[in-house]
């Protein structure tokens, strides 16, 4: 690895306002900047993305697929787990930073990059999230949070000043003051804080909701559908109105989406204590999740000890803190991990539910 790899730097990019300067940014302070995109299932246009980003100066945009690693790797493991955080948010983002990161490290580790960067705010979960990850997976990788950074955040001490920025290299402006929220979408949710949501007070607008149904507009008609178990997994779900049966695991989570969207099902609104110490207000909408949470519940019921589920839901606890504090590669997470893969060679079965709003 030659001096020029200690200028490369591979840069977790979105496309939006803040990775977008940062990308100008890091190359005005001599980096080679590799942008890197997952496509964890978002609706997003990548190759509009791609365009921009290598106009903007990146040697090299890598767009990787990995919807399907995230619910084989990622969503399966809360799913069997009941990994729920503070008794409602279903980690969403949590589980989804994860695997964004390590498909970033195996790039940054391909193309012989030293660095890695992120757009996370030194306010949040999300930067604990990506560094744990990388550090465990590439121990020697410099780590270049600009939000964490004087150099950085004393330039750029608001949203205005990011703005202006963008004009003066012109970056294109996706952010307007119309949609005064920040937005995360992933294949299991999205999730919307920040801006006026911030005061408790203001009732989210119903434009906000972009995943869901309005409840107040859903099918008042069940919608049943079947889902089958395997060792806590679900294998496959079979919709007993119309016929429709997935088996694939990406497709058969797409199409619990496209249930629980149609049937209102997987908002909420609500605080959280983040990692860090802040409360955090946070809706989001996790259809799929949902159902399928609220279905392995209804399967452990049916086939697990009383004893046994008493102590699971202690372990269900304790994972989902660590997920959500960024702990997934931590020997306490396996730890955990080991003892709840102990108790789930009996969750196998069939389970019949009536999705409508009741769920809600």
């Not at 465990?136 to 000043?161: D, H, S, T």
Request: aromatic share 10%.
């Amino acid at each position: 690895m030659d001096k020029a790899d200690d200028k490369k730097v591979v840069l977790a990019y979105s496309g939006g306002l803040d990775t977008s300067c940062i990308l100008v940014w890091l190359r005005e302070k001599g980096y080679q900047v590799i942008a890197f995109m997952a496509n964890i299932g978002q609706d997003e246009d990548f190759e509009e993305a791609k365009k921009k980003a290598l106009k903007l100066g990146a040697v090299k945009v890598i767009i990787q697929d990995v919807a399907k690693e995230f619910v084989e790797g990622f969503i399966w493991p809360a799913v069997q787990a009941n990994a729920i955080y503070e008794d409602r948010y279903l980690l969403g983002t949590a589980l989804a930073r994860p695997c964004i990161a390590h498909n970033m490290i195996m790039v940054a580790k391909a193309e012989g990059a030293k660095c890695i960067s992120h757009g996370a705010t030194g306010k949040g979960n999300d930067q604990i999230r990506f560094e744990l990850a990388a550090y465990a997976l590439y121990p020697e990788v410099k780590m270049i949070a600009p939000w964490r950074m004087p150099e950085f955040f004393n330039r750029f001490k608001g949203r205005q000043c990011l703005f202006d920025y963008a004009k003066a290299h012109d970056i294109p402006l996706p952010v307007t003051p119309k949609s005064p929220w920040s937005m995360d979408a992933n294949l299991m949710h999205v999730s919307y804080e920040s801006g006026i949501l911030e005061n408790p007070a203001t009732i989210a607008p119903e434009d906000i909701y972009t995943m869901t149904q309005d409840p107040k507009k859903a099918p008042f008609t069940p919608e049943r559908i079947e889902i089958k178990f395997k060792r806590g997994i679900p294998i496959q779900v079979k919709n007993l109105e119309d016929g429709t049966v997935e088996t694939c695991p990406l497709l058969l989570f797409q199409y619990l989406n496209k249930v629980g969207s149609r049937n209102g099902i997987g908002r909420i609104d609500i605080v959280e204590n983040r990692f860090i110490g802040m409360k955090s207000r946070g809706i989001y909408e996790t259809p799929a999740g949902t159902i399928l949470y609220h279905a392995h519940l209804d399967i452990e019921a049916f086939t697990m000890d009383k004893e046994v589920r008493k102590l699971k839901q202690m372990l269900s606890a304790k994972f989902a803190e660590q997920v959500y504090n960024g702990m997934r590669t931590s020997l306490p997470k396996s730890f955990v991990m080991g003892l709840l893969n102990s108790v789930r060679r009996g969750l196998s079965g069939y389970l019949f539910s009536q999705k409508q709003l009741v769920m809600n």
